[in-house]
């Protein structure tokens, strides 16, 4: 079984910046395919970013160029660094961790709004 805390989000300016970090139990960590999820109010889970074991990336559409994914496997941590943020970028945001099984986290508000 693997946990994962989310933490950072909360209430940014259009324009403004946040930064969640998702912190894994477990020593499978550095193997994981670790991912962040987001689901706006009324709308489906959607891929924001997922970051492999060899550090390949991809992003959705609609935050490529905004967004950063990375990860310190040291501190087993995924990190998504959030830039130019739209009030179209409010939701949930869920870490997502997969090596055989996949698990989520318990998912972290991000509100974009003046």
């Known amino acids: 079984q693997v946990q994962l805390v989310e933490s950072g989000g909360g209430l940014v300016q259009p324009g403004g910046s946040l930064r969640l970090s998702c912190v894994a139990s477990?020593?499978?960590?550095?193997?994981?395919?670790m991912g962040w999820y987001r689901q706006p109010p009324g709308k489906q889970r959607e891929l924001v970013a997922s970051?492999?074991?060899?550090?390949?990336?991809d992003y959705g559409d609609s935050v490529k160029g905004r967004f950063t994914i990375s990860r310190d496997n040291a501190k087993n941590t995924v990190y998504l660094q959030m830039n130019s943020l739209k009030p179209e970028d409010t939701a949930v945001y869920y870490c997502?961790?997969?090596?055989?099984?996949?698990?989520w986290g318990q998912g972290t508000q991000v509100t974009v709004s003046s």
């Open positions: 970051i492999t074991g060899g550090r390949r990336t």
């Open positions: 997502h961790y997969k090596f055989g099984d996949a698990y």
């Open positions: 477990g020593n499978m960590f550095s193997f994981a395919t």
